[in-house]
């Protein structure tokens, strides 16, 4: 288990860049089956009201510090890692490894074939054992504090069965956040073949050029929620959360 300090509830892990990465690399090698997570702020308040979710976060085998809100507002120093890079990250180490890896999500073809012909390009020797665009989910009340999710069982089942044969080790997840976490937390005890599992949000369409992330300088003094702000508009309702609620539950209400 990784070093962490806990952020409304959820660990959130201490370990720099170089550690983290290290610590995949040995996750890979020790055997069983692991999960990476990336909480950001808007995912950690929603996980404190979500007790399902703030479960699923903490069963994780590591959970990178995917926020400069988060890092701010800790008590103790943490490394921001990015999904996206970190998910880069992941497929360098196994390209090394010689693990095969796999894309569920992000509900397009073309993102997805975008994604993995620029995966060619930087990992050439990356083992791609398959891709599926994904089913849909939906998370549904169950109870004052648990959100659970919803799926076509059938559909599902097919999807696992794609990703058995495929022999895939690893496993890259994009339903977006709440969704892809919960799903891994479920369906991996039915995928043997896998030995990692990570959630990654955006990264395909990120990867596929179909979303432009901002400026590394925005994203380097973290203004990269005002980016989002400026160039996704529609995203205001997210972005108060992760910036205005986060800040207000971490001063005022975090025990």
């Known amino acids: 288990m990784f070093d962490s300090v806990k952020i409304l509830g959820v660990k959130i892990s201490k370990l720099d860049l170089g550690s983290s990465r290290l610590f995949v690399s040995n996750l890979l090698s020790v055997g069983g089956q692991h999960k990476i997570f990336t909480p950001n702020p808007e995912m950690l308040v929603d996980a404190r009201k979500d007790s399902y979710f703030r479960r699923v976060l903490n069963s994780a085998d590591l959970n990178i510090c995917d926020g400069h809100g988060i890092k701010f507002l800790a008590k103790e120093h943490l490394t921001i890692i990015h999904g996206v890079d970190f998910m880069l990250d992941v497929c360098k180490i196994a390209e090394q490894k010689k693990c095969s890896v796999y894309f569920l999500g992000s509900g397009s073809n073309e993102v997805l074939k975008k994604m993995k012909n620029r995966l060619k390009l930087e990992f050439p020797e990356l083992k791609i054992a398959g ?36 022999k895939a080790q690893i496993v890259f997840v994009a339903f977006g956040h709440n969704k892809q976490e919960k799903w891994i937390y479920e369906n991996l005890p039915k995928l043997s073949n896998v030995k990692l599992f990570m959630g990654v949000g955006g990264s395909f369409d990120f990867l596929s050029g179909k979303v432009k992330r901002a400026p590394k300088i925005m994203r380097k003094i973290g203004l990269e929620w005002l980016y989002r702000l400026v160039t996704q508009p529609k995203r205001f309702a997210r972005i108060f959360k992760a910036t205005i609620t986060f800040s207000f539950l971490k001063v005022f209400k975090s025990s």
């Open 131 to 166: 891709s599926d665009v994904g089913l849909k989910v939906e998370v549904q009340k169950e109870g004052a504090r648990k959100m659970m999710l919803k799926y076509d069982e059938k559909e599902n089942e097919e999807i696992l069965q794609k990703i058995k044969t495929s």
